[in-house]
């Protein structure tokens, strides 16, 4: 009955996004018609949030109010996998998710959860910022119907534990860590020891308050944001992965408009994707403060060397697929 209930009200906030803008289309007027664009997302920090909100003003803004966009933010329409979803079915036009959650749409998102594939963060924006990969990814899916317009910085993702810190892999051996429904996560997880627990971010906070799980791994914005430091006060600094959030568009929508709406689209996005690169790490030291303050949360450096040398076997079975080994071998070379 509850799944019955929670299947009515997506539909029913689906209907809500989809009633005006039949509406809208089927209004004659002599003024110019404003062009809306529908963009949904899931639970996000802060500086995600005023990013996506900037990306919105933008478009109004150099389309001189001739383009607008809607959002649909909190899961209104459902988790990220529903969002891609309805963006590939132009249910919607925009949503924003993590890189991981696009693995199930396209293999080539999967090198993205390479442990240490980047050697630290100025690695990881130059690769982000090289068209000739990034133009591989972004394009990976337009067979699916939509395609990647920019990317935002989600910071390293590390363990945070609830009864210890992680200090060496052993920490890990035995325990029960949440990972992202991702195969190549519940990889490294086999091979440092712990076992995986594949879950939706909403279901970590009461996994770990349960003893479901021992722990989680994600960058330091669960800890308050998502209120996980109320019962997980370890948080390692392991950094295993940097995984970007990824903003996706319908490619019908985009196809149709005229040369300068792409502009404004992909120029708002760009603008938005710098600013949020400016204030990510101010906000990220903010939510540290306030976990060690409000919750008592813990922080500690890791010697990684020894995650890095059990995680890579996975580097090394990308190095040498058919289908993503030049990928793997450009990204690397790019932070050379």
């Known amino acids: 009955m509850e799944g019955i209930i929670l299947f009515k009200k997506r539909w029913l906030s689906l209907l809500l996004v989809i009633i005006p803008v039949l509406t809208a289309c089927g209004t004659t007027s002599s003024a110019k018609e404003v062009k809306v664009f529908r963009f949904a997302y899931a639970s996000n920090s802060q500086p995600v949030k005023d990013s996506m909100a900037l990306f919105g003003e933008l478009v109004e803004e150099k389309s001189n109010g001739e383009m607008k966009v809607d959002f649909y933010p909190d899961s209104q329409l459902g988790g ?16 924003k998710v993590s890189g991981a959650a696009l693995e199930g749409f396209s293999e080539h998102y999967s090198i993205f959860g390479i442990p240490y594939l ?34 935002y910085d989600s910071g390293q993702r ?5 009864d210890g810190p992680v200090e060496t892999p052993a920490d890990l051996q035995g325990k029960k860590i949440r990972t992202m429904e991702s195969e190549t996560a519940v990889k490294m997880m086999s091979l440092l020891g712990g076992s995986a627990v594949p879950m939706g971010s909403d279901e970590v906070y009461a996994s ?14 669960v800890l308050v944001t998502a209120g996980h430091g109320n019962v997980a006060k370890y948080y390692s600094y392991d950094q295993h992965t940097r995984i970007p959030d990824i903003i996706i568009m319908n490619d019908e929508r985009l196809a149709g408009l005229t040369e300068e709406e792409k502009a404004i689209i992909m120029d708002s996005a760009a603008e938005s994707t710098e600013y949020e690169k400016e204030v990510f790490n101010d906000a990220v030291e903010k939510e540290k403060k306030e976990a060690a303050e409000e919750y008592g949360v813990e922080f500690n450096e890791v010697d990684n060397k020894p995650f ?28 050379k």
Do not use: C, H
Not at 120 to 146: A, H, P
Not at 208 to 221: A, Y
């Open 118 to 151: 980047f050697d630290d963060e100025e690695s990881f924006f130059k690769v982000m910022e090289d068209d000739s990969i990034m133009d591989q990814i972004y394009g990976s899916t337009s067979d699916l119907g939509f395609s990647g317009i920019t990317y």
């Open 308 to 335: 890095r040398e059990l995680v890579a076997p996975i580097a090394e079975e990308f190095e040498n697929d058919e289908k993503l080994g030049d990928l793997y071998k450009e990204i690397v070379e790019v932070q």
């Open 80 to 95: 990220e996998t529903d969002l891609i979803q309805l963006t590939q079915t132009g249910a919607i036009d925009f949503t």
């Open 208 to 221: 770990l308050q349960s003893g479901l799980i021992d722990g989680s791994e994600n960058n330091e914005f």
């Open 158 to 162: 590390s363990f945070y534990m609830v």
